[in-house]
Every structure is written in C-alpha cells, then in structure tokens.
C-alpha cells in the first residue's frame, strides 16, 4: 500500500453529510431483505447496490471470469476466490457508474431495482470464516493487558518488537455486529482465593479492532513473500473481539487464550477494499464511541504506533508456513 492522492469524485446517488459510504468507500456486503434472499451489494450512501442485478442487467459483460450467479449468494466466498483482478474491476466498474456525469445506471429502467433501501435491509457475516488469527499489533494494548495479567514492570515481554505475536480463536462464533452475545461461565480465581470458583463472567471487556480478510489460499509448508502479501488480503472489517478477563486470566497459562476469549467476537458487515483504502493511506478517521469515549483515543494511539502495520500489512503475515486458508479474518490493533 503506497501513499497516493485522492481524485475529487462526485457521484448522482445522495450521500448525507459525515457518510462513511462515500463513493471512494464502496464496501462489499451480503444482504437480504423482505423480497429479496441474500445477496452481495456496495454500498453507497444510504443505499446498497444490488450487483445481481447489474450483473443480469448486462453491466459486468466484460468479465467473462463471473458466474451467472455469482452475487446471489450467501457469502463473499466464491467471489473473492475469484481474484483480485476480477473483484477489483467490479468495484471499479460500480465506481464508473456511479459517478456524477455518467448516465447508465442513473438514467437506466432498472436504477430502482437496483438501489435498495439500506434501512430496509438485514446485513448477513460477509464471509464464511474458516479460520482466525487475533494479533497484538497495538504496543499500548500488549502493555496494558501485560500488566493486567503480570507484573506491571514486566508488561511487554521482548518478542513482541520481532515478530507478529498472535493465537488462532474460534472462527465459529465470529458473528455480524448487532447478534447478542450471551455473557460466558468458566472458572476464574482471584488474588485473595484459596481455590477456583466457577459462574458467569464478573469482567466482560471488549477490545475494538481492525481486521483483515485474505483471499488466497496457499498449500500447506508454503510461505507468502513480503511482496505478495497485498495480492492476500481483500479488505477490512471492524472487529469487537469479545473477552471475559477473570476467566481468561486464570486459564491462559501456559497455552494462550481459551473459554475466556473463544464465546463471541462482532465484526462489522461490510468489507472496505484494500483498494479503497490506498488513496487514503495515511489519512485517520475516526469517531467517538458513544458509550466509551476514551476508546477513540486509545484507537488512535493504536493506529499511530503501529501505523506499519496497516500501511504494510505484510508485516502480519511474513514466514507464515501454515496453510492460508481462503476468507481468514485476522484481528489488528486493538484499542483497549
């Protein structure tokens, strides 16, 4: 990813003020509606794209490469697979038509077929996940949680400024943002107890992250070059990687996370492009969380001390020899 400029764009479609679906975002999700079953959509303002009605309408004609079906499925699996040559002409070639001055789909018969009502719609998991790497990519949050577990002055054990320190979760029970999570059991054991006690979850926290998505499979005892790396990954999601402390604290020695980490984690139903971010590559933007404020700021801290790795995700996935399996969601700079 390479710092580059941004080419003033305007677009027909009505995109309120502060939108984060601007015509440089254009996001891929699956939804579904009251008529319609699940399919793959961009969005764009408050509206989605139905790109299997473009795609029966003739607009993808020049992609040889796409199934008659291609969108009217339930996951962005078989799409991804396809390559990035073919997913980034498709949102390129969405891009071009929804542009300010071109008239094929805003003056088409099918423009109201095509645009749903995003409020209207119920937003499906993007991906089927299949599996899962949560990294500790934030040096505040490899602090924090060390002292929280450790001796304070033995926070940020020496690995972590070598190489990517990470676990493999519970791809299972990644679910789209707004899906209950349901408070976990597990033993956990404080300072001033003589044996362990087992109930419900006393210190739920949460951590806010990046994740990204790969889309290329590698064969087991393969290793993907640092210049590769990019041609991997497809996009991005917000990830809430969910976690009970006191239960995690008691069983995480000597083999990492467990029940205290594997119950839940929400990530946000639309994919932003690797694409799109690269006009934007060293431009922040970020909102105050409601109900946390303090997580804005440590997100920021986050995103400025280990900016490298999203400048040059790369750096996540560098010697990896286990199998890259297609759709991995793989968690980044937590805030916490």
Not at 23 to 39: D, T, W
Not at 53 to 77: C, E, K, M, W, Y
Not at 214 to 237: P, Q, R
Request: aromatic share 10%.
């Amino acid at each position: 990813m390479t710092k580059s400029t941004i080419n003033p764009l305007t677009s027909w479609v009505e995109i309120p003020k502060n939108s984060d679906f601007t015509i440089y975002n254009l996001p891929f999700g699956v939804f579904k509606n009251k008529r319609l079953s699940p399919r793959i959509g961009i969005a764009i303002g408050d509206k989605i794209v139905d790109l299997a009605v473009l795609h029966d309408t003739g607009f993808f004609s020049d992609l040889s490469q796409l199934p008659a079906d291609i969108f009217l499925r339930d996951s962005l699996n078989a799409f991804i697979a396809l390559g990035k040559p073919v997913t980034r002409r498709v949102r390129e070639k969405v891009q071009e038509l929804l542009l300010a001055d071109n008239e094929a789909l805003r003056d088409h018969q099918i423009r109201g077929k095509a645009m749903v009502n995003r409020k209207e719609a119920t937003m499906l998991l993007p991906v089927r996940i299949q599996d899962y790497t949560d990294f500790y990519s934030s040096i505040e949050h490899a602090t924090n949680v060390g002292a929280m577990f450790r001796d304070p002055e033995n926070a940020l054990l020496p690995n972590w400024r070598h190489l990517p320190v990470g676990y493999h979760g519970r791809a299972s029970s990644i679910v789209p943002s707004g899906t209950a999570i349901h408070r976990p059991k597990g033993q956990y054991k404080d300072p001033s107890m003589e044996n362990p006690e087992f109930g419900p979850s006393r210190r739920m926290d949460f951590e806010l992250e990046l994740a990204f998505i790969t889309g290329k499979a590698t064969k087991l005892g393969d290793s993907i070059s640092t210049a590769e790396a990019e041609e991997h990954i497809f996009g991005f999601v917000l990830f809430n990687d969910w976690s009970a402390r006191d239960i995690q604290a008691w069983e995480y020695v000597p083999l990492g996370p467990f029940l205290g980490k594997n119950f839940g984690s929400s990530i946000s139903p639309w994919v932003v492009t690797l694409e799109a971010l690269e006009p934007s590559a060293w431009q922040v933007r970020f909102r105050i969380h409601p109900f946390c404020p303090t997580c804005s700021v440590r997100l920021l801290m986050a995103l400025t001390s280990s900016w490298k790795f999203i400048s040059n995700p790369r750096m996540l996935l560098r010697r990896r020899c286990a199998p890259l399996i297609l759709n991995t969601c793989t968690g980044t700079l937590p805030s916490s």
